[in-house]
């Protein structure tokens, strides 16, 4: 494969190789990428009880994500949904995103192009607009900046400060099954590096990809959003479990001022990220509770709802909220009691 130095095409002629042919899909993008700053217009969607929602995220190379195994297009990808699902979980919909970069010279044009490849088709994928960004020299690997815009109506707008005593405790897909992928990644790099001394490089991935494609390429729960706002539910308080369930489920307890029980065998957990951490010699519902990475939904809702609820798919109750002199509970499958610690991701 041919590699360009990005010298070669400076600054400008980078973004324009970047960001050519990219179309605006969203009627508020009045003006994207190439000029000094996008103009955006939300009074063109004709809803003049929309707020605007902005949140930003920063990956480092080597503190969020490892180049010997995170092809580009997937990191590109999930920088993405990662910013994505902070605006669903503020039930909120994202439409604009700005990208800065900063890259060390060991990239290439064509390593650009391919982390480009996979911002574009989570664009394309979450009908989200590329509307601007900035690139800059880097002397320490590879940093990636992205915000995000979205839009919510003021009435819809869903925060961690609203859970009430007997809400019920719900929660989307499965947990600690991206952590596990992230463990099996880990090992199998150790594991590769024996491996080439003896010219067997192939990493034991088969019957493990799901585990792989839930740390590598996430995806945002808009799918659960829509379901919610069709069975006519709206959260009380909500967030994605980005840094782990524990540390999630203390920061709304926190906000709204209020304890919670959830329960250990109500916690969703897939058979291939369980099997991996009984073979790992881990606790699973441990990496359940503070894996992180997973992107899921967590949030709470009135317990009239749950008749609601309980169709849904791909919806767990797993608890309830309580009075604040309760704690935050995990009730053991055996009516054990135990506190739930904040143990998961802290980037400091």
């Known amino acids: ?28 993008t009045l003006v994207g990428v190439g000029d000094d700053a996008a103009v955006l217009n939300y009074a063109a969607t004709g809803d003049a009880d929309l707020r605007t929602l902005v949140t930003t995220d920063l990956l480092l190379e080597g503190v969020h994500f490892n180049l010997e195994y995170v092809p580009l297009r997937h990191l590109g990808y999930k920088a993405c949904v990662v910013n994505f699902s902070d605006i669903y979980a503020m039930n909120g919909t994202p439409t604009q995103i700005t990208v800065g970069l900063g890259i060390s010279s060991r990239f290439s044009v064509e390593d650009l192009d391919e982390l480009y490849a996979g911002i574009r088709l989570a664009c394309e ?23 995000c815009l979205g839009t919510a109506k003021a009435d819809e707008i869903v925060r961690r400060n ?104 109500k916690l969703p957990i897939d058979y291939q990220a369980a099997a991996l951490a009984e073979e790992m010699n881990l606790n699973i519902v441990t990496c359940a509770l503070n894996g992180g990475e997973d992107y899921e939904l967590l949030f709470t809702c009135d317990l009239d709802d749950y ?31 135990l506190p739930i610690r904040a143990q998961g991701w802290n980037a400091f």
């Not at 130095?5 to 050519?20: M, P, V, Y």
């Not at 309830?320 to 053991?332: A, N």
């Open 1 to 28: 494969m041919p590699r360009t130095e990005i010298k070669t095409l400076g600054e400008f002629g980078l973004i324009r190789r970047l960001t050519d042919g990219l179309t605006n899909r969203q009627p508020s």
């Open 125 to 147: 994928r979450y009908n989200v607009d590329l509307v601007g960004g900035d690139t800059c020299a880097s002397m320490n690997g590879l940093t990636i900046a992205i915000t």
């Open 162 to 265: 609203g859970a009430k005593v007997n809400d019920l405790i719900c929660v989307t897909g499965n947990l600690g099954t991206a952590y596990m992928g992230l463990q099996l990644l880990e090992r199998e790099r150790i594991v590769h590096r024996d491996k080439q001394m003896s010219g067997d490089t192939i990493p034991a991935f088969e019957g493990r990809e799901y585990l792989l494609e839930r740390q590598l390429k996430p995806e945002a729960r808009w799918d659960v959003i829509e379901a919610l706002r069709k069975a006519g539910i709206r959260p009380t308080a909500m967030q994605d479990v980005s840094d782990g369930l524990s540390s999630e489920l203390l920061h709304i307890c926190s906000q709204s001022k209020v304890g919670c029980a959830v329960y250990e065998d």
């Open 307 to 337: 008749e609601k609820l309980v169709p849904l798919d791909d919806v767990y109750i797993i608890g309830h909220i309580t009075k604040p002199d309760f704690g935050t509970i995990l009730v053991g499958r055996n009516g054990e009691e």
